[in-house]
T-cell receptor, first 114, second 109 residues
Framework: NAGVTQTPKFQVLKTGQSMTLQCAQDMNHEYMSWYRQDPGMGLRLIHYSVGAGITDQGEVPNGYNVSRSTTEDFPLRLLSAAPSQTSVYFC?????????????FGQGTRLTVV | DAKTTQPPSMDCAEGRAANLPCNHSTISGNEYVYWYRQIHSQGPQYIIHGLKNNETNEMASLIITEDRKSSTLILPHATLRDTAVYYCIVRGTASKLTFGTGTRLQVTL
């Protein structure tokens, strides 16, 4: 019963490098989201998806791309890493039943950009 | 989404009840109140939700005022493992939960 799986758990990048953070869920949820959390702060929404093939921007989308080709996977791409993108990244999947939302989060990817 | 206001931090002695307040005065009639917690920078964990009535599950109780402008999360017998940041969220869409800075609960011996 994996839930939401994020890889890698830790990553160090040099400024200007690109990389993809992976997120997979096995609960057949239609909704998936990416958040970032800076020290002492709450989570801020980067991008989200309401189903395969459908994505939209959240609060802080600049510098990130997403795609959703399958229900299970929602990768987050950093196009050209910057030190300001040093953060902890969380992926979530969620479902709505009778108007009630329940979200499940991965354990996070800790990214440092030097 | 309705804005929520929570105290930045609270302390609680182990074994005592922890009562975490949340104000959400602009909540709409069909919006739910959700509580999540985040233990030591792990991914947030769902605790409980409610609409109008008080709710209880194996983790906590949720008390919502009659006018729905505020609520209280109750951990009846707090333990050291309950030390975490607790987030009160008034429902956005399923894919856009909006997190504030939450309340940092410190449970002490």
């Amino acid at each position: 019963n994996a839930g939401v799986t994020q890889t890698p758990k830790f990553q160090v990048l040099k400024t200007g490098q690109s990389m993809t953070l992976q997120c997979a869920q096995d609960m057949n949820h239609e909704y998936m989201s990416w958040y970032r959390q800076d020290p002492g702060m709450g989570l801020r929404l980067i991008h989200y998806s309401v189903g395969a093939g459908i994505t939209d921007q959240g609060e802080v989308p600049n510098g990130y791309n997403v795609s959703r080709s399958t229900t299970e996977d929602f990768p987050l791409r950093l196009l050209s890493a910057a030190p300001s993108q040093t953060s902890v990244y969380f992926c979530a999947s969620s479902t709505v039943t009778l108007g009630v939302t329940e979200a499940f989060f991965g354990q996070g990817t800790r990214l440092t950009v030097v | 989404d309705a804005k929520t206001t929570q105290p930045p931090s609270m302390d609680c002695a182990e074994g005592r009840a922890a009562n975490l307040p949340c104000n959400h005065s602009t909540i709409s009639g069909n919006e739910y109140v959700y509580w999540y917690r985040q233990i030591h920078s792990q991914g947030p964990q769902y605790i409980i939700h409610g609409l109008k009535n008080n709710e209880t599950n194996e983790m906590a109780s949720l008390i919502i005022t009659e006018d729905r402008k505020s609520s209280t999360l109750i951990l009846p017998h707090a333990t050291l493992r309950d030390t975490a940041v607790y987030y009160c969220i008034v429902r956005g869409t399923a894919s856009k939960l909006t997190f504030g800075t939450g309340t940092r609960l410190q449970v002490t011996l």
